[in-house]
């Protein structure tokens, strides 16, 4: 079975090659082929995995090409793990925010807008070669916005086209472990939403729900992450968990004067460290693995704290770190391939789940996987302020993706200003000049 992994030179490919090579039963993995443009990047990463696979018998093969559609033929699934524009591009998307008095975040708000704006174009491009050239493969969508660029890619390839997350699973057995549940991997998370704006409405476990009795102690809602990031009232208020990423709504005023105090932006931060790794990776003699781990290491000792304020942030363990997306990457491609039945949280169309939006729209939900590909199940309806939140970010996608087909600046300018996080439409005017700018992949837009 051939994987072909897309931003094969991506510094997070070892976590995929060493959740393989732990997994190497009947029907797995037995050829990976890494894509990347960047040959020097893609070289330092085919040494890591070189050394990872050294000590285990029957590792899967490795082979590594810049040429696109060489990558893809012969697939069974593909990964699609790029970042346009690079890290540079996402600390470009954090500060033209902030230098405009609105959120600079990876996939959140104005941020999340702009790398939407020069990701999609690539991801459309993908999504047409798998199909004419890897038509049976199963993409795996890593790259965020994960909601949109799924969406994106679906109007090409389908329900072939899964996107996913690890940070409603790891919410999920963050509460699952607060409650002391025994087998975090057994409860039922009812989540619902987009990528990034999702809400943990209840927690079943042997039938009974146990949500209510979390959001009934503030002792335990004061002791995980999420807790402490929301505080115990508001929690309470709404009566559901909501996925970290609604920080940015419900505390913008605070966040947003955080970040602007902050020294540097995270995506500036991990630019600044992996440029080390990858420039340390020149030299033949360097101990490739270990300087990964290394890398690794810094990087997840301060896992979304560098610029957030909040005493929580940091303070995961190992496990719900961001090593988390291949395991949900994994869980997928096993239950597909294998024909494991399984739920899992995925982003698919959203069919009949959600009555507020269309039937194509990308969302967030648990998903029945099986050979047959991901079934979001029913769920209950969301509450209107959620509702509300749904409808108007996926609005701003859709302008997003029309903006990525036409090569309309005008609606690129729609779509930032029609986003709660965006205060004006001068500001986001302003916006779509900073952006357009500093970003060679907008270059489209006119
Ligand atoms: C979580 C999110 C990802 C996001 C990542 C950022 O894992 O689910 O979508 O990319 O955090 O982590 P980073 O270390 O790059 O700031
Ligand atoms: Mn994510």
């Given at each position: 079975m051939r994987l072909t992994i897309l931003g094969g030179g991506g510094f997070r490919v070892p976590l995929v090659y060493g959740?393989?090579?732990?997994?190497?039963?009947e029907g797995g993995v037995t050829e990976v082929v890494l894509h990347d443009l960047d040959a020097g990047r893609l070289s330092a990463i085919t040494r890591v995995l070189a050394e990872q696979a050294a000590p285990v018998a029957g590792a899967p093969a490795v082979t590594a090409t810049t040429d696109l559609d060489e990558a893809l033929r012969g697939a069974d699934f593909v990964f699609s793990a790029i970042r346009v524009g690079g890290l540079e591009g996402r600390a470009n998307d954090e500060r033209v925010a902030l230098a405009e008095g609105v959120i600079g975040q990876e996939t959140v708000g104005a941020g999340g807008i702009a790398y939407g704006l020069r990701t999609v174009p690539v991801a459309v491009d993908i999504a047409r070669r798998v199909a004419r050239l890897a038509p049976d493969a199963w993409v795996i969508n890593f790259t965020n916005p994960a909601g949109l660029v799924t969406e994106a890619m679906s109007r090409h390839l389908g329900d072939r086209v899964i996107?996913?997350?690890d940070s409603p699973v790891g919410l999920g057995r963050r509460i699952a472990r607060v409650l002391g549940v025994k087998n975090p991997a057994e409860a039922w998370i009812d989540y619902v939403g987009l990528n990034h704006l999702g809400w943990v409405r209840g927690l079943r476990v042997g039938g009974r729900d146990e949500l209510p009795r979390l959001l009934a102690d503030p002792a335990l809602l004061s002791s995980f992450e999420e807790g402490k990031l929301f505080g115990a009232d508001w929690l309470r208020e709404l009566g559901a968990v909501p996925n970290e990423?609604?920080?940015?709504?419900?505390?913008?005023?605070?966040?947003?004067?955080a970040y602007q105090r902050a020294e540097r932006t995270r995506g500036a931060f991990l630019r600044d460290q992996q440029a080390g790794f990858y420039d340390g990776m020149t030299d033949p003699q360097a101990q490739a693995l270990a300087a990964w781990e290394r890398t690794r290491a810094e990087r997840e000792a301060t896992y979304m704290s560098e610029n957030r304020e909040t005493a929580g942030a940091g303070e995961?363990?190992?496990?719900?770190?961001?090593?988390?997306?291949?395991?949900?990457?994994?869980?997928?491609?096993r239950a597909i391939a294998r024909d494991e039945r399984t739920t899992l949280i995925l982003n698919v169309r959203n069919r009949h789940?959600?009555?507020?939006?269309?039937?194509?729209?990308?969302?967030?939900?648990?998903?029945?996987?099986?050979?047959?590909?991901?079934?979001?199940?029913?769920?209950?309806?969301?509450?209107?302020?959620a509702t509300g939140l749904v409808c108007s970010v996926k609005a701003v996608e859709r302008e997003v993706l029309a903006a990525a087909e036409s090569g309309s600046r005008a609606t690129a300018l729609k779509a930032f200003a029609l986003h709660p996080l965006v205060d004006s439409v001068n500001v986001a005017r302003r916006l779509v000049e900073g952006y357009t700018a500093v970003h060679p992949g907008l270059a489209y837009l006119v």
């Open positions: 959740a393989l090579l732990a997994d190497r039963g996107g996913i997350c990423y609604l920080h940015y709504y419900y505390f913008n005023r605070e966040t947003l004067l995961r363990d190992a496990d719900d770190l961001s090593g988390g997306y291949e395991k949900v990457a994994l869980a997928l491609m789940t959600l009555s507020a939006l269309d039937t194509d729209a990308v969302i967030e939900v648990p998903c029945l996987v099986d050979a047959n590909g991901a079934h979001p199940v029913a769920v209950d309806p969301l509450p209107g302020h």
